[in-house]
């Protein structure tokens, strides 16, 4: 059985890190790309950031370009979400995402979701 465990989450104060982690077990995710998605209070899940299997190509929303990186570590079948400069607007829970087949499309078409961890910025 494939599990993502993620972890990290928490309350913070605007402009303060976090750094998730994201544990897949039952599987081998090396050479498929692996992301992040958030959903905010009321609102729908959205992409946050991707990074390919050999961990050489990443995708960032517009939102958090340039204060979060999205990493992975193979051996240990994680990837990470390392966040800096949070803003109250960051508050969601955070899933992470993998995917058994290739695609193209790095914002959608994953069949494998954790259960999600909050983050909450205080202002």
């Known amino acids: 059985q494939v599990q993502l465990v993620e972890s990290g989450g928490g309350l913070v104060q605007t402009g303060n890190s976090l750094r998730l982690a994201c544990a897949a077990s039952?599987?081998?995710?090396?050479?498929?790309?692996r992301a992040w998605f958030r959903q905010a209070p009321g609102k729908e899940r959205e992409f946050v950031a991707a990074i390919t299997g050999s961990g050489s190509i990443t995708y960032y929303s517009d939102d958090v370009k340039g204060r979060f990186t999205i990493s992975r570590d193979n051996a240990k079948n994680t990837v990470y979400l390392q966040m800096n400069s949070l803003k109250p607007e960051d508050t969601a829970v955070y899933y992470c995402?993998?995917?058994?087949?290739?695609?193209?499309?790095?914002?959608?078409?994953?069949?494998?979701w954790g259960q999600g961890t909050q983050v909450t910025v205080s202002s």
């Open positions: 039952g599987r081998r995710f090396s050479s498929n790309t």
């Open positions: 995402a993998a995917r058994s087949f290739y695609s193209s499309d790095y914002a959608r078409s994953y069949d494998y």
